[in-house]
């Protein structure tokens, strides 16, 4: 559904974007993780068609970027990380309103609004929302022409525990349903969650592409951790998971039964970020 290959953008003179290739497949959940700055909103940009000015191909659901025209938005659905809708109109209205701008079929705007949690508030002007109540609209407001694929950028940020999760599962169900979906974020735990696969992209380049499981797997070795008591206080060690049987001291405070907790400590694929980029998510 998505081909990009050897991708290069700059704002200025200096590079920006450089060297990107990756393929989705339909039906995938795919994230590129990266830092602010990094170049994520950038690439999802040129992926809609909104900076032509790049080099390298970008091919999405079968139509060239440069050669695309008004039916190609027939087709994709776009979540940016800032709302936009018209205040002074309901949410419910402001659904009908874009729902209008298109040809084909679109969703029932009752059933949209019910799975993000605003049925109840769908009357009110969406001035009056909150963040997170504008997020969630701002997510179906590209759902509801039934696109093919969908272009996420930081769904679930501002979004409190409950309606994060509610958000994720919105998500998964339009991935079920045969959507094409390209998540941009900052959020491991999300990613980890949500994506097929992941993308590492870092000052304009990437820097790794796998799974989440693969690349915890493939960079990261588990440890194990252990407390115990001696001398009246609490103690704690570790070891690399392959060693625990050279480890003399665990292996004595279990022949003496002198352990209080033991249990194993895998890294997390922001752990792996760390390792692979050298740099940390904010």
């Known amino acids: ?11 200025t003179k200096k590079p920006f974007l450089q060297g990107i290739t990756f393929t989705v497949e339909k039906g995938e959940i795919f994230g590129f993780l990266g830092p602010s700055g990094a170049g994520k909103s950038t ?3 040129i992926l809609i068609g909104m900076l032509p000015s790049y080099t390298g191909t970008a091919i999405v659901d079968g139509t060239d970027m440069r050669r695309r025209d008004n039916r190609f938005y027939e087709h994709i659905g776009v979540d940016f990380e800032f709302p936009s809708f018209y205040e002074k ?5 402001n659904l009908a309103f874009f729902a ?17 949690g605003l049925l109840q508030d769908a009357d009110k002007p969406a001035g009056e929302f909150s963040k997170g109540m504008k997020s969630r609209l701002n997510f179906i407001k590209a759902l509801v022409h039934d696109p093919d694929i969908l272009f996420l950028d930081e769904p679930t940020s501002g979004l409190d ?3 994060s999760q509610r958000m994720k599962d919105c998500i998964r169900a339009e991935a079920a349903r045969g959507k094409t979906i390209l998540l941009t974020t900052h959020n491991m735990e999300d990613a980890a969650e949500l994506c097929s696969r992941v993308a590492f992209i870092v000052d304009g380049k990437l820097k790794a592409l796998d799974t989440p499981h693969h690349l915890v ?3 990261s070795a588990g440890s194990i951790v ?9 103690h704690t060690g570790s070891c690399a998971l392959e060693a625990t049987g050279q480890d003399a001291r665990l292996q004595e405070l279990m022949a003496k039964g002198k352990l209080q907790t033991i249990h194993s400590r895998e890294q997390t694929l922001g752990d792996v970020f760390m390792e692979v980029t050298g740099r940390r998510l904010s």
């Open 217 to 219: 797997l493939r960079k």
């Open 43 to 45: 690439l999802q940009k």
């Open 89 to 93: 109109l309901s949410a419910r209205k």
């Open 100 to 116: 209008s701008l298109y040809s084909g079929k679109t969703r029932d705007i009752d059933a949209l609004l019910d799975s993000v």
């Open 226 to 234: 252990y407390t115990y008591r001696e001398a009246g206080a609490e």
């Open 161 to 163: 525990p409950a309606n």
């Open 1 to 11: 559904m998505i081909e990009v290959k050897d991708v290069a953008f700059s704002y």
